[in-house]
């Protein structure tokens, strides 16, 4: 069900796409809207993960470097059935981590120096697993699709007000005209945003589920995520302020400066990760299992 609810979505969001397209200049409209659409999805299919990373400043570690955080993430990777992914670092304050890659042979992981300080060994490898899950299941090439169309729609949106009402084309119905152009300014780039904040809570339920299974235990992300939202709420990340189209990459929203009510959040709300996380412990007579060994043990 998640998977078709997301299908669903995206689906409206590439016609809502195509129909401001065609709003501003009939079928032809169309047609140039979905080749602009598809030209920057290719583009961001290519280039994403390297354009996100080198935005917040990550930096790759190794065996070498960072010998036990390399070895928690190959363990839960061999755990999940997926190839070992990069993993980066960042250095910022903000406890926090994301994945990214446009499919499991080009992934990586990157956490926070902030979440590395904060958190136990379970926790981390609970955060951990929650992103490769993201991993497994092309959530990063999903997410990162969103935000591109999004992205376009509003640039649409702003064609549609300054040039919707210079069309003429009798034979298609003419122009959208000013005060639609202006409707459509305003409530297409809203829409947009409401259906990619829909396919964000969807994919961190079913992370948050699928990682739990990743690790062996629900209640260490469990534990992690209340941390993670505490620590969010107080310690700034300046490039995610900055860039907040990439907030939803994140496992805990990173924008506490600009929240501005729920129906707008990236990410479902805490509370309710944290109690279905707990059920599904309790379903399944939760014993604490050894965790994957790791820079702490």
């Known amino acids: 069900?998640?998977?078709?609810?997301?299908?669903?979505?995206?689906?409206?969001?590439t016609g809502l796409f195509l129909v401001i397209g065609a709003l501003i200049a009939g079928r032809q409209g169309m047609i140039i809207a979905f080749l602009i659409a598809l030209a920057m999805?290719?583009?961001?299919?290519?280039n994403s993960d390297r354009m996100v990373l080198s935005m917040y400043g990550a930096r790759e570690v190794d065996e070498a470097s960072a010998p036990q955080l390399f070895a928690l993430v190959r363990d839960l990777a061999r755990r999940a059935g997926l190839p070992m992914p990069k993993v980066y670092m960042i250095e910022n304050d903000q406890p926090n981590a994301f994945a990214t890659g446009r499919n499991?042979?080009?992934?990586?992981?990157?956490?926070?120096?902030g979440l590395m300080r904060l958190l136990t060994p379970e926790e981390v490898?609970?955060?951990?697993?929650?992103?490769?899950?993201?991993?497994?299941?092309?959530?990063?090439?999903?997410m990162t699709m969103t935000a591109v169309i999004a992205g376009a729609i509003g640039m649409l949106a702003n064609f549609a007000f300054f040039f919707g009402g210079m069309r003429n084309d009798r034979r298609e119905g003419g122009g959208v005209g000013a005060i639609a152009g202006l409707l459509i300014m305003l409530f297409a780039p809203l829409a947009a945003t409401l259906v990619q904040l829909a396919i964000s809570r969807t994919r961190e339920f079913e992370a948050d589920r699928s990682?739990?299974?990743i690790s062996g235990n629900p209640l260490w992300l469990a534990s992690a995520l209340g941390k993670l939202e505490r620590g969010a709420q107080v310690v700034d990340n300046p490039t995610a302020e900055g860039n907040p189209a990439t907030?939803?990459?994140?496992?805990?929203?990173p924008l506490h400066r600009r929240a501005i009510g729920s129906l707008f959040a990236t990410h479902p709300p805490i509370e309710e990760r944290i109690r279905r996380l707990e059920a599904m412990a309790a379903e399944q007579g939760q014993a604490a299992k050894p965790a994957p060994r790791g820079p702490w043990g």
């Open 211 to 213: 990682g739990a299974e």
């Open 41 to 46: 999805n290719l583009f961001a299919y290519w």
């Open 1 to 13: 069900m998640p998977y078709v609810r997301t299908f669903l979505l995206l689906a409206l969001l």
């Open 247 to 253: 907030a939803h990459m994140f496992i805990v929203n």
């Open 125 to 142: 490898a609970g955060v951990l697993a929650h992103e490769l899950s993201h991993v497994r299941h092309r959530d990063t090439l999903t």
């Open 104 to 113: 499991p042979e080009h992934a990586a992981v990157a956490v926070n120096t």
